[in-house]
């Protein structure tokens, strides 16, 4: 396979080249642990005494011998949290988007998808066969001339949009697409990967940041792995939907369950995000705080009232370069580029989080003034 050299090195030679790095001893700024919840001792507790009654894996998928009260618990408290009837569990974020998206629409049916969606969702789309339309990132109004030229040449249509989006940390305009929904005769799906624990007051998502609420054909997709400080995504919507993704969805039929430890640490982390609710404001703080050093030290900085604060630096070889500057100081912060995002578009994902105290947001700040 000597093929695979000669495509690294291409990879290579454009600044494209990954590789994972060992973070131990690093103070970690691009992790998607916002409100500090993965280390938090009540969670570490819970886990421990779950892990020694259950053992490690679930042994099976949900549908064989792999769904135990800690995963109903968890999808009870998840769905009611979202204000929806019903919730499911998948693995991972990536599984839900999969799983779930071709479900509901394939061949005959219909897909408009925001531009900079998740590449699971993109992946998704693919997956299921339905005809996909891509419009300009949240750009209702290319939205809506697709719906008019296009949805009435198939039967089901699905609108399809992170909430929070993942590299640039913008936000979907939720009441636009319902009315688009509703208008179009289409079914909504909302990626709140970023938005759970984030958006509202409470953290509950993007229906609580716009005041909204859920209807019958909305989905709502969010995951444990990121503001939950656990593993595994869940999907909401109605009974009858939950019911269907368990006798359609192939990645939550054809793949193991989540550990039980993981689903009841997944639970006392929400328990603890709604009764602190102090920690999503904090957040909005941190965050503030520290798009705003960063302005004031002149960096060019993406900010929407979200923890993703991505440092704009468009080449690939200086993202790269400022990444292994910033290592050489003991500070992890990812370059991210093509193709994450688009080409000439590289940047440095931070993230803010309750983690940071401000001694380390001096220390960091004081490293990134000198590169
Ligand atoms: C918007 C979005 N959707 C889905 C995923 C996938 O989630 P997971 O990491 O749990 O597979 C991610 C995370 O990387 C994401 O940012």
Redesign the pocket.
């Known amino acids: 396979m000597d093929w695979i050299e000669k495509e690294l090195e291409s990879i290579e030679v454009k600044n494209l080249y990954r590789k994972r790095l060992l973070r131990e001893g690093l103070r970690d700024f691009c992790s998607?642990d916002y409100l500090a919840l993965k280390e938090h001792p009540e969670v570490i507790e819970t886990v421990a005494k779950v892990l020694r009654e259950y053992g490690l894996g679930s042994g099976a998928s949900a549908l064989v011998s792999g769904y135990t009260i800690h995963h109903k618990r968890l999808e009870e408290s998840l769905a009611k949290f979202k204000g929806t009837p019903c919730c499911v569990l998948f693995g991972?974020?990536?599984?839900?988007?999969i799983g779930t998206i071709p479900a509901l629409v394939s061949e005959g049916d219909v897909l408009f998808s925001d531009e900079l969606?998740?590449a699971?969702?993109i992946d998704a789309c693919r997956l299921s066969r339905a005809k996909v339309f891509v419009y300009k990132h949240l750009d209702y109004e290319h939205l809506e001339e697709l719906l008019r030229g296009e949805r009435a040449k198939y039967r089901r249509a699905l609108i399809v949009s992170?909430t929070?989006?993942?590299m640039d940390g913008d936000v979907a305009h939720i009441p636009t697409l319902k009315k688009l929904c509703k208008e179009y005769h289409c079914m909504l799906y909302l990626?709140e990967?970023?938005a759970t624990g984030v958006l509202g007051n409470k953290g509950m998502g993007g229906l609580e940041e716009f005041g909204e609420r859920w209807d019958e054909f909305m989905v709502i997709?969010g995951?444990?792995?990121?503001a939950l400080g656990s593993?595994?995504?869940f999907v909401c919507s109605s009974e009858k939907f939950c019911e269907y993704m368990v006798n359609k969805a192939r990645s939550l039929i054809f793949s193991t369950s989540l550990p039980p430890a993981i689903c009841a640490g997944a639970e006392k982390a929400l328990e603890i995000l709604q009764r602190e609710s102090w920690r999503v404001r904090k957040l909005r703080e941190i965050s503030y705080h520290l798009y705003a050093r960063l302005r004031n030290l002149g960096f060019e900085v993406i900010y929407h009232n979200t923890p993703i604060i991505p440092i704009m630096v468009y080449t690939e070889a200086k993202a790269v370069q400022i990444r292994d500057e910033l290592l050489k100081k003991g500070i992890l912060l990812q370059a991210i580029r093509y193709p994450t995002v688009p080409e000439g578009k590289a940047r440095l994902r931070l993230t803010a989080s309750l983690r940071y105290s401000e001694e380390e947001i001096n220390l960091f700040l004081d490293a990134l003034k000198v590169i």
């Open positions: 998607n991972s974020g990536y599984l839900a988007n969606n998740h699971s969702i992170d929070v989006f993942s990626d990967a970023h997709m995951t444990l792995s990121k593993y595994g995504a």
